[in-house]
């Protein structure tokens, strides 16, 4: 966070990716909870994790995710970090 000049960073585990649907075996749910318990054990109140796709039994996109969260914070500058399997 410090490198980077972050305030804060969101984690969003996928519910329902539309480019996995038949690939996907965890639900999102259950990586959400993985994602959790990582970052309690790290106890960094500025990570955190959304379950604003995770929730979703659907395929969800990242522009929609990223509308409603940028939406929640109009003030603020934004940055996407993705893995390399995205």
Wanted: aromatic letters at 6%.
């Amino acid at each position: 966070l410090h490198v980077l000049g972050l305030d804060e960073v969101v984690f969003i585990p996928s519910g329902v990716s539309p480019n996995k649907r038949r690939k996907q075996k965890t639900p999102g749910s259950i990586r959400h909870g993985w994602i959790q318990t990582a970052l309690n054990a790290i106890g960094d109140p500025r990570l955190k994790v959304t379950d604003h796709e995770s929730r979703h039994s659907v395929p969800t996109y990242t522009y929609e995710t990223l509308t409603e969260l940028i939406g929640d914070r109009p003030r603020n500058d934004a940055f996407l970090l993705v893995g390399a399997d995205t």
